[in-house]
C-alpha cells in the first residue's frame, strides 16, 4: 500500500516535470541566495577578527604620542622601571609589486593572544620564526600580490590579514625607513606591583583603552546588516516561489489523495509520505543550492572585499573557505524553507474532506477581502515608515525604516495593479471586447502573480535607489574631487632629510609648496587625522566647506580654530561656533566643517603654525606642489633626475583623481553585482509564477479558443499582458526607488558614514532599467507563451470534458 | 444552401498500438432552421465530428462546409474566424470565460464576430431567464444557469449552426429540458441550424430528424 502511493505521489511529478523543476529551483535559489550571503559575511567578519586577535590589541591598553611617532629610548624607560610594555611599528611599505602595511612586532614581549578569533599564531612559532633575520609572515594572497620582493622572506599563514606583512620589529624599522621607532606601546594587563605612574617616565605619552567596540566590525556593521536582509529578501521570494509549486501541486492531486484514501490509505500514513517527499525534494535542492549557493559567494567575493576596503579599509581575502558548519546550517535553512512554504498545503491536507472537491481556480484567485487586509496592511506599514522617517534615529531605526517601506510598498503592489488595471481596462473596453476580456483576465490573474510581481517591484525600486544613491553619490563626489585635488602634483619624500632638500630644491621652480603634514589623534574619543594647513588660496578659494563661520580662513591661520570633516562633525555634534580639544594642541573652535567622502575616519586641519608647534615631531614629508600644469612632466623628470624619488612618490592631479575614481568604483562593485542578481531573482520568481499557472492557464483559455480565438493570439496576448504587468509595476517601483535613494542619502549614509548628499535624479538609467524588466517579463512568459501556441487541439479540448 | 455540410469524413487518432479509426466516411447535410440529433454509445465519435465540424480538430480526410464555406483543408486563422462568425458552440461544461461577467461573456462572441446586437442579446436574456444575474461572474452561477448563459452567448452571435455537445447532460431532467427547449425555440427563431449529440432518446426525438454514429458510420437509430 505505501509503496503504491509513494509511487502515484512521484506519478504526478513526472507528467508535471516543469512544476518541478520550479520547486527545486525556488528552494535552491532560496538556499543559494540566503547561504552565500552567510558565506560572505562569515568570510569577512572572521577576517576583521583575525585582524584585530593577530596581537590581541582589540583588548589592551596601549600608549601613543600624539605625533605617531615613540622613540625607542621610551620603551627602553619603561622596560627599566619595570613596566610589561610591548613594542608594534605599524607603517605602510611598498614590497615588491605591492603596497602593504607592514606590522613589527617584538616576539619575546608581545602579549599572548586573546583566543577570540580562532588559532592565531603560536608564541614559540612566531618567536622562532621571526627571530632568524629577514623574515616574516603574510596571508597567501599577499604573498602573491608582493611576488618578488627581495626585502623578505615570508611565510604563508592565513590568520595574518590580507595586506600586511608581519614582521620582527627591527626588520619593520628596515622595512619602513623608521630606525628607533616605535607606533605604539602595548601595556600587559598584568603588571607588578609598585611600580612608578607612567606620568613619571612618559609624561609626553598618552594612554589609549582599546576601543571597546570591536572596531572594523562595528564600522562594516551596516554593510553586513544590508547583505543579510538582501539574503533574506532572496529568500523569502524564493520561498514564495515554492509555496505556490507545492500548494498547486498538492490541490492538483486532490483526485488522487481523495482516491488513496478511498482505497484505505489512512490520513496518518499519507501525511507521512507527503511529509517524506517534501523532505526528500527539500534535500535536493538544498544540496544543489549549497553548491550555487557556495560558486556565487565565491563570485561576488572580489567584490565584497573590494567594496569592504573601499569603505573601510578593511582586509579581507578573496578567496572562499569552506566550512562544512556552513553547510548544514543551509541544509537546515532548506528543510526549514521547504517546511514552512509546504506547511499551509500539509495542513490542508490533514483537514481536507475525503470527499472535496479539487478547485486549483480558486487557489490561484484570492477573495477582495484578503486584497483589502493587504491594502490595510501596506497602510499600516506606511504609517510606520512616515514615524521612523519623522522620529527615529539611529542606523536601526534607519534600516527599520527602510524595511517598512519597501514591505508597505510591496504590499500594496497588487492593490494599485489591481487599480491601475481597472483604470487601463475602463478606458480599452470600448476598443473590443478581446481588449475588455484582457483587462479582466489580468485583474483576476493578479493573485497568482502577485508575489512574482511584488519580487519584480522590489528588485527594480532596490535597482532605482541604489543606483541614485551611487549616482548622486558619484556626481557629488566628482565635484568633491575638483575642488579638493587641486593641486597639480604631489610628492612625498622618503626620509626628512630629503623632505628638507626637496623643499629647497623645489622652492624656486614651483609657485608654492604646500604642506601635507598629519599626526594621528584621537578627536572627541574617536581615532582621527589632524593636518596642518598652510594659507594659501588654494585652500581658501577651493576647499568643500559645508558650513563655515565667516573669518573661517583667517582664524585658522591665526591658530584659533579648527576646521573639521562631516564625518567628525555629525558624530560629535561640532559645528561651527563649538570647541574641538585637539590632544597634545589645546582647544580650538570649530570655524567650518568641510565635505570628505571615501574616508570613514574624523579629520580635523590646524593652521600650519598651530600644527608644527603643537607636532615637532610630525613627519613633514609629503607636499602639494602648485605650478603651471605643463610643467609638471618637466618637474616630474627632474625630481626623479635630481633625488631618485622613485615614481610612485610622484604623482600628478590627474593620476590622484583616477585614483580616488578607482577606490570610489570599488566602493560600489558590490552594488552591481547585488543589482544584477536581485533583477534575475525576480525574473526567475516572474517564470516560476508563469509556468506554474499555466498548468491551469489552459482550462482558462479553451473557451476563448472555441469561440473562434487562434492559439497563436492567445499566447501573444498572453505574453503582452505579462509585459504590461511588469510595465505597470515599473511605474510602481519609480517613485519607490527615489523614496528608497532619499533614505538612503539622507538616513543611511549619515548613520553608517557620517555624510550627507544631496540627491540626484538620472532618469535615462530608469528608462534603460525598465527597458530591463520588460525584457526580463518577456524572457519569463516566453516559455509557457510558446507552450500555449503549440498546445494541440487534444489538450485544449480535454478542458472541456474533464472534471475538475 | 446548407447550413452544415459533412461529406465523407476520416478521423482516426495515434495510440501506441498504431492508428484507432474514429470516423470512417461520415456524410451528413442540415438546412438552416433544421435540428438533428446526433446518438451514439460512448466512444462512438460524436464529440469528434462534432470538434472537426466547429474546426477545433484536424479531419484526415473528407469536407466540412459551414454557411458554404470549407471548414477542412483550411488554416488555422481561416478557422477561428469560421468559429468566431458562422459557428456556435455549446459543450457539457466549463463553456464560460471565469473572467467576465454574465453580460460580458453574452455578448463576447458577438462582439468578437463584429455583430453585437445590444437588443438582441438583452432580448435572449429575458428570454434565458437571466436578466438577474448580468452581473455575476460564472463561479457564482448554478450548471443550469451556466449552460442558459452558453446558450445565451452562442445564439447572440446569431450563428448559422449550432453545435451542442451534450449541453444538458449536467443538468437535472427538469433543468434540462428547460435548457433544451430554449434551445430548440431560440435556434428556430433565428434560423440557424442545430445538431444536438445527446445519449437521451427522449430529447434526441424531440429534434426534426436523428442520426445514430455505430462503428465510424452513420446508421439509423
Ligand atoms: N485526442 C485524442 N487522442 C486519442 N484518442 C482520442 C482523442 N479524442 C478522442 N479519442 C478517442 O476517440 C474515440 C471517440 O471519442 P469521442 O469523445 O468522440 O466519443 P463520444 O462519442 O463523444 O463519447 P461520449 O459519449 O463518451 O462523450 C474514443 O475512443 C476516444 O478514446
Ligand atoms: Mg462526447
Known amino acids: 500500500?505505501?509503496?503504491?502511493?509513494?509511487?502515484?505521489?512521484?506519478?504526478?511529478?513526472?507528467?508535471?516535470?516543469?512544476?518541478?523543476?520550479?520547486?527545486?529551483?525556488?528552494?535552491?535559489?532560496?538556499?543559494?541566495?540566503?547561504?552565500?550571503?552567510?558565506?560572505?559575511?562569515?568570510?569577512?567578519?572572521?577576517?576583521?577578527?583575525?585582524?584585530?586577535?593577530?596581537?590581541?590589541?582589540?583588548?589592551?591598553?596601549?600608549?601613543?604620542?600624539?605625533?605617531?611617532?615613540?622613540?625607542?629610548?621610551?620603551?627602553?624607560?619603561?622596560?627599566?622601571?619595570?613596566?610589561?610594555?610591548?613594542?608594534?611599528?605599524?607603517?605602510?611599505?611598498?614590497?615588491?609589486?605591492?603596497?602593504?602595511?607592514?606590522?613589527?612586532?617584538?616576539?619575546?614581549?608581545?602579549?599572548?593572544?586573546?583566543?577570540?578569533?580562532?588559532?592565531?599564531?603560536?608564541?614559540?612559532?612566531?618567536?622562532?620564526?621571526?627571530?632568524?633575520?629577514?623574515?616574516?609572515?603574510?596571508?597567501?594572497?599577499?604573498?602573491?600580490?608582493?611576488?618578488?620582493?627581495?626585502?623578505?622572506?615570508?611565510?604563508?599563514?592565513?590568520?595574518?590579514?590580507?595586506?600586511?606583512?608581519?614582521?620582527?620589529?627591527?626588520?619593520?624599522?628596515?622595512?619602513?625607513?623608521?630606525?628607533?621607532?616605535?607606533?605604539?606601546?602595548?601595556?600587559?594587563?598584568?603588571?607588578?606591583?609598585?611600580?612608578?605612574?607612567?606620568?613619571?617616565?612618559?609624561?609626553?605619552?598618552?594612554?589609549?583603552?582599546?576601543?571597546?567596540?570591536?572596531?572594523?566590525?562595528?564600522?562594516?556593521?551596516?554593510?553586513?546588516?544590508?547583505?543579510?536582509?538582501?539574503?533574506?529578501?532572496?529568500?523569502?521570494?524564493?520561498?514564495?516561489?515554492?509555496?505556490?509549486?507545492?500548494?498547486?501541486?498538492?490541490?492538483?492531486?486532490?483526485?488522487?489523495?481523495?482516491?488513496?484514501?478511498?482505497?484505505?490509505?489512512?490520513?496518518?500514513?499519507?501525511?507521512?509520505?507527503?511529509?517524506?517527499?517534501?523532505?526528500?525534494?527539500?534535500?535536493?535542492?538544498?544540496?544543489?543550492?549549497?553548491?550555487?549557493?557556495?560558486?556565487?559567494?565565491?563570485?561576488?567575493?572580489?567584490?565584497?572585499?573590494?567594496?569592504?576596503?573601499?569603505?573601510?579599509?578593511?582586509?579581507?581575502?578573496?578567496?572562499?573557505?569552506?566550512?562544512?558548519?556552513?553547510?548544514?546550517?543551509?541544509?537546515?535553512?532548506?528543510?526549514?524553507?521547504?517546511?514552512?512554504?509546504?506547511?499551509?498545503?500539509?495542513?490542508?491536507?490533514?483537514?481536507?474532506?475525503?470527499?472535496?472537491?479539487?478547485?486549483?481556480?480558486?487557489?490561484?484567485?484570492?477573495?477582495?477581502?484578503?486584497?483589502?487586509?493587504?491594502?490595510?496592511?501596506?497602510?499600516?506599514?506606511?504609517?510606520?515608515?512616515?514615524?521612523?522617517?519623522?522620529?527615529?534615529?539611529?542606523?536601526?531605526?534607519?534600516?527599520?525604516?527602510?524595511?517598512?517601506?519597501?514591505?508597505?510598498?510591496?504590499?500594496?503592489?497588487?492593490?494599485?495593479?489591481?487599480?491601475?488595471?481597472?483604470?487601463?481596462?475602463?478606458?480599452?473596453?470600448?476598443?473590443?471586447?478581446?481588449?475588455?476580456?484582457?483587462?479582466?483576465?489580468?485583474?483576476?490573474?493578479?493573485?497568482?502573480?502577485?508575489?512574482?510581481?511584488?519580487?519584480?517591484?522590489?528588485?527594480?525600486?532596490?535597482?532605482?535607489?541604489?543606483?541614485?544613491?551611487?549616482?548622486?553619490?558619484?556626481?557629488?563626489?566628482?565635484?568633491?574631487?575638483?575642488?579638493?585635488?587641486?593641486?597639480?602634483?604631489?610628492?612625498?619624500?622618503?626620509?626628512?632629510?630629503?623632505?628638507?632638500?626637496?623643499?629647497?630644491?623645489?622652492?624656486?621652480?614651483?609657485?608654492?609648496?604646500?604642506?601635507?603634514?598629519?599626526?594621528?589623534?584621537?578627536l572627541a574619543g574617536q581615532p582621527a587625522r589632524v593636518f596642518g594647513t598652510a594659507d594659501h588660496a588654494t585652500y581658501r578659494d577651493h576647499w568643500p566647506l559645508l558650513q563655515s563661520s565667516p573669518d573661517a580662513w583667517d582664524r585658522l591661520a591665526a591658530g584659533e580654530g579648527v576646521l573639521i570633516n562631516e564625518q567628525l562633525a555629525r558624530r560629535a555634534d561640532l559645528w561651527p561656533g563649538a570647541a574641538l580639544t585637539i590632544p597634545g594642541a589645546g582647544a580650538f573652535d570649530v570655524v567650518a566643517v568641510y565635505s570628505d567622502y571615501g574616508n570613514p575616519r574624523g579629520q580635523a586641519m590646524l593652521g600650519i603654525d598651530a600644527f608644527t608647534a603643537a607636532f615637532p615631531d610630525a613627519p613633514r614629508r609629503q607636499h602639494a606642489l602648485r605650478l603651471p600644469p605643463e610643467d609638471v612632466p618637466a618637474l616630474r623628470a627632474d625630481l626623479q633626475d635630481a633625488f631618485g624619488l622613485p615614481s610612485t612618490l610622484i604623482s600628478d592631479q590627474a593620476a590622484a583623481k583616477a585614483l580616488s575614481m578607482a577606490i570610489f568604483e570599488r566602493t560600489f562593485a558590490i552594488t552591481r553585482a547585488l543589482n544584477v542578481l536581485t533583477l534575475s531573482v525576480a525574473a526567475v520568481a516572474l517564470f516560476a509564477s508563469l509556468v506554474t499557472l499555466s498548468g491551469i492557464r489552459l482550462a482558462q483559455l479553451a473557451p476563448l479558443w472555441a469561440l473562434g480565438m487562434t492559439r497563436r493570439r492567445l499566447a501573444v496576448l498572453d505574453l503582452a499582458r505579462t509585459v504590461a504587468l511588469a510595465a505597470l509595476t515599473a511605474v510602481i517601483a519609480l517613485p519607490v526607488g527615489v523614496a528608497l535613494a532619499q533614505v538612503l542619502l539622507a538616513v543611511i549614509n549619515v548613520q553608517a558614514f557620517g555624510w550627507r548628499l544631496p540627491l540626484q535624479l538620472f532618469p535615462a538609467d530608469w528608462l534603460r532599467l525598465t527597458g530591463w524588466a520588460l525584457l526580463a517579463a518577456t524572457a519569463a512568459a516566453a516559455l509557457p507563451a510558446l507552450r500555449l501556441a503549440r498546445s494541440t487541439p487534444g489538450a485544449l479540448l480535454r478542458v472541456f470534458a474533464t472534471a475538475r | 444552401m446548407t447550413a452544415l455540410a459533412i461529406t465523407d469524413l476520416h478521423k482516426s487518432f495515434a495510440s501506441t498500438e498504431g492508428p484507432i479509426p474514429v470516423l470512417r466516411g461520415v456524410s451528413l447535410e442540415l438546412a438552416p432552421g433544421a435540428s438533428l440529433a446526433l446518438t451514439g454509445e460512448s466512444g462512438s465519435g460524436k464529440s469528434t465530428l462534432l470538434h472537426i465540424a466547429a474546426g477545433l480538430e484536424p479531419a484526415d480526410r473528407g469536407e466540412v462546409r459551414v454557411a458554404g464555406a470549407a471548414m477542412t483543408g483550411t488554416d488555422d486563422d481561416t478557422r477561428a474566424r469560421l468559429r468566431r462568425g458562422t459557428v456556435g458552440l455549446v459543450f457539457q461544461q466549463f463553456n464560460l470565460i471565469p473572467s467576465l461577467t454574465v453580460a460580458g461573456n453574452l455578448a463576447f462572441q458577438a462582439r468578437l464576430a463584429d455583430r453585437h446586437d445590444p437588443d438582441w442579446t438583452d432580448a435572449l436574456a429575458q428570454r434565458l431567464g437571466l436578466a438577474d444575474l448580468v452581473a455575476r461572474y460564472p463561479e457564482a452561477l448554478s450548471g443550469g444557469q451556466q449552460q442558459r448563459v452558453a446558450v445565451g452567448r452562442c445564439l447572440a452571435a446569431r450563428p448559422a449552426v449550432v453545435l451542442a455537445d451534450e449541453p444538458t447532460g449536467n443538468l437535472d431532467e427538469a433543468t434540462g429540458d428547460a435548457v433544451l427547449d430554449l434551445l430548440l425555440e431560440a435556434c428556430a427563431e433565428a434560423g440557424a441550424a442545430l445538431l444536438l449529440v445527446t445519449h437521451s432518446p427522449r430529447l434526441a426525438a424531440r429534434c426534426d430528424a436523428r442520426l445514430h454514429l455505430r462503428a465510424g458510420v452513420v446508421a439509423a437509430p
Do not use: C, K
Open chain 1, 1 to 522: 500500500m505505501t509503496r503504491a502511493a509513494l509511487r502515484a505521489l512521484a506519478a504526478y511529478w513526472a507528467r508535471a516535470p516543469l512544476q518541478l523543476a520550479m520547486l527545486l529551483l525556488g528552494l535552491a535559489l532560496a538556499t543559494a541566495l540566503w547561504s552565500g550571503v552567510q558565506a560572505l559575511n562569515t568570510e569577512a567578519r572572521s577576517a576583521y577578527a583575525s585582524a584585530e586577535a593577530l596581537l590581541g590589541e582589540a583588548d589592551l591598553d596601549r600608549l601613543e604620542a600624539a605625533s605617531g611617532r615613540i622613540d625607542e629610548a621610551d620603551h627602553v624607560a619603561l622596560r627599566r622601571a619595570g613596566w610589561q610594555v610591548s613594542p608594534v611599528l605599524e607603517g605602510r611599505a611598498d614590497l615588491g609589486a605591492a603596497r602593504v602595511t607592514v606590522l613589527g612586532i617584538d616576539p619575546l614581549t608581545a602579549p599572548p593572544r586573546t583566543g577570540a578569533a580562532g588559532p592565531g599564531l603560536a608564541a614559540d612559532d612566531l618567536g622562532a620564526f621571526l627571530g632568524g633575520q629577514g623574515r616574516g609572515f603574510a596571508h597567501p594572497e599577499t604573498l602573491d600580490a608582493v611576488v618578488g620582493a627581495a626585502q623578505v622572506d615570508l611565510r604563508a599563514d592565513t590568520n595574518v590579514p590580507v595586506g600586511t606583512v608581519l614582521v620582527d620589529i627591527a626588520q619593520a624599522q628596515r622595512l619602513l625607513d623608521a630606525p628607533g621607532a616605535l607606533s605604539r606601546l602595548l601595556i600587559a594587563p598584568d603588571q607588578p606591583t609598585g611600580l612608578p605612574p607612567l606620568a613619571d617616565i612618559v609624561p609626553h605619552l598618552d594612554r589609549i583603552a582599546p576601543a571597546g567596540d570591536g572596531g572594523l566590525a562595528a564600522l562594516t556593521d551596516s554593510f553586513h546588516l544590508n547583505l543579510t536582509a538582501f539574503g533574506l529578501l532572496a529568500f523569502a521570494v524564493g520561498l514564495f516561489i515554492v509555496h505556490s509549486a507545492v500548494g498547486l501541486a498538492f490541490e492538483q492531486r486532490r483526485a488522487m489523495f481523495r482516491t488513496l484514501r478511498a482505497l484505505g490509505l489512512p490520513l496518518r500514513r499519507l501525511m507521512v509520505l507527503a511529509l517524506a517527499e517534501l523532505m526528500a525534494l527539500a534535500l535536493l535542492a538544498g544540496l544543489a543550492g549549497l553548491a550555487l549557493g557556495y560558486w556565487v559567494a565565491a563570485l561576488l567575493l572580489p567584490d565584497v572585499a573590494a567594496s569592504l576596503r573601499g569603505l573601510y579599509g578593511a582586509p579581507v581575502p578573496g578567496a572562499l573557505r569552506f566550512d562544512p558548519l556552513w553547510a548544514l546550517a543551509g541544509l537546515g535553512m532548506a528543510l526549514a524553507g521547504a517546511l514552512a512554504a509546504g506547511g499551509q498545503s500539509l495542513w490542508r491536507l490533514w483537514h481536507m474532506p475525503v470527499l472535496a472537491p479539487a478547485q486549483p481556480r480558486a487557489w490561484a484567485t484570492a477573495s477582495a477581502a484578503a486584497m483589502r487586509a493587504q491594502g490595510a496592511g501596506a497602510a499600516g506599514l506606511a504609517v510606520v515608515a512616515l514615524g521612523l522617517g519623522i522620529w527615529g534615529d539611529g542606523l536601526v531605526a534607519g534600516f527599520a525604516l527602510l524595511a517598512a517601506m519597501l514591505l508597505a510598498a510591496a504590499l500594496a503592489v497588487p492593490v494599485l495593479l489591481a487599480g491601475l488595471i481597472a483604470l487601463v481596462g475602463r478606458a480599452v473596453a470600448r476598443a473590443g471586447p478581446v481588449a475588455e476580456w484582457l483587462a479582466a483576465d489580468a485583474r483576476q490573474q493578479l493573485p497568482g502573480l502577485s508575489l512574482a510581481l511584488m519580487a519584480l517591484m522590489l528588485a527594480l525600486a532596490a535597482n532605482i535607489g541604489v543606483g541614485t544613491m551611487v549616482g548622486s553619490f558619484r556626481a557629488t563626489f566628482i565635484g568633491w574631487l575638483d575642488q579638493r585635488l587641486v593641486a597639480e602634483a604631489y610628492v612625498t619624500a622618503r626620509t626628512e632629510d630629503e623632505a628638507r632638500a626637496l623643499r629647497a630644491w623645489l622652492e624656486p621652480r614651483t609657485d608654492a609648496i604646500l604642506p601635507v603634514w598629519s599626526v594621528e589623534t584621537t
